[in-house]
Nanobody, 126 residues
Framework: QVRLVESGGGSVQAGGSLRLACEIS????????MGWFRQVPGKEREGVAV???????RFIDSVKGRFTVSKDTAKNTLYLQMIGLKPEDTAMYYC????????????????????WGQGTQVTVSS
């Protein structure tokens, strides 16, 4: 029943900014884990930011200080705000949700998540 739809990707120059949106439908609880992942062709999917049941966000070292997450409760949308984008940030970005159990920590493995969006492409040129 839970569905996720990403949007907001695009092409920017290095140093630019983008805000990705994950529109959530269905019965997703605030205690469920959510995450932002990215994937480059030929490489494994990588966790970018994970949000636990206490709404605490954690980020991989490579994006700390540049990426933040926020939520618009009225629109039921989770955002990933990205500034100071680098070419190495180029990837397909996915929103994901883990269901059924309370999210008591940071879950970084893609296999921990049950529901995924279709992805939105971010391309950063140098």
């Amino acid at each position: 029943q839970v569905r996720l739809v990403e949007s907001g990707g695009g092409s920017v120059q290095a140093g630019g900014s983008l805000r990705l949106a994950c529109e959530i439908s269905g019965n997703l609880y605030s205690s469920d884990c959510m995450g932002w992942f990215r994937q480059v062709p030929g490489k494994e999917r990588e966790g970018v930011a994970v949000i636990d049941g206490a709404n605490i966000a954690r980020f991989i070292d490579s994006v700390k200080g540049r990426f933040t997450v926020s939520k618009d409760t009225a629109k039921n949308t989770l955002y990933l705000q990205m500034i100071g984008l680098k070419p190495e940030d180029t990837a397909m970005y996915y929103c994901a949700a883990r269901l059924f159990v309370y999210c008591d920590g940071a879950y970084w493995r893609p296999t921990d998540y049950a529901v995924w969006g279709q992805g939105t492409q971010v391309t950063v040129s140098s």
